[in-house]
């Protein structure tokens, strides 16, 4: 379920996401709002707004089906086997608690990965064509899942774990195959918030210059020295 949450919500956000930082920039509203607010407050207030959005789509897709299945299991028989799949389930602490963490982490490890690719360029154009890596790190673990699911923990599945971009979706499927321990899930976990808080910080200071720089493209050496100087 988290892995399918996560998998929508990125699909559905990520191309919003990275159209509006850009409109923003292109029609000098940015421009207008940082006069009143820090940048700091305006990411962090998007990137919360997103999250939001993002349940809240996912809300408007499970809840037909709840109530769906909360009719048909009053008004008509269920299937049997439908019937032994749902009261088979069990929730265990350690998988669900992985599974709501790297969810919401990972959304927002990504969402400030695509913010600060949206305010380096001027147009949505011109963004899109270097957010591309953003997409192909986030969904590569998609087109490995068979041996991401087979459990053997080789280099490819090492490097996809630690990875920023591609940790979320490949610790997400190790979570629902049930190969990951307690201690790997744990070091990868800090990992992601380590680089969340550094992506987060990356995008504010690239959204500040950004904001004022309408045809110019932004540099990333300059804002990582800007930041660690």
Do not use: H
Not at 66 to 94: D, G, Q
Not at 146 to 174: E, Q
Not at 183 to 197: A, D
């Amino acid at each position: 379920i988290f892995f399918a949450v996560f998998f929508i919500v990125f699909t559905m956000t990520s191309n919003q996401i990275l159209t509006a930082t850009t409109e923003e920039k292109e029609n000098r509203v940015a421009e207008m709002i940082l006069t009143t607010v820090s940048a700091k407050t305006l990411i962090i207030g998007k990137i919360i707004a997103l999250v939001i959005l993002g349940f809240i789509q996912i809300l408007s897709l499970i809840l037909p089906l709840i109530i769906a299945y909360v009719v048909a299991t009053n008004c008509f028989n269920v299937p049997p086997f439908i019937a032994n799949l749902l009261s088979n389930v069990t929730f265990e602490f350690w998988p669900t608690f992985f599974g709501a963490c790297y969810l919401i982490i990972g959304f927002l490890l990504v969402t400030s990965s695509t913010i600060l690719v949206g305010s380096l360029f001027p147009t949505a154009q011109d963004a899109a064509q270097f957010f591309m890596p953003v997409l192909f790190g986030t969904l590569i673990p998609m087109y490995l899942m068979n041996a991401i699911l087979s459990g053997v923990n080789n280099m490819l599945i090492t490097i996809l774990s630690y990875f920023p971009l591609s940790s979320p979706t490949t610790m997400l499927i190790r979570n629902m195959a049930g190969n990951l321990d307690v201690k790997e899930g744990l070091i990868t976990l800090v990992v992601m918030i380590i680089f969340s808080v550094i992506m987060m910080r990356l995008a504010v200071r690239s959204f500040q210059r950004g904001a004022f720089e309408y045809s110019k493209k932004g540099s990333f050496k300059e804002i990582m020295r800007e930041l660690f100087n």
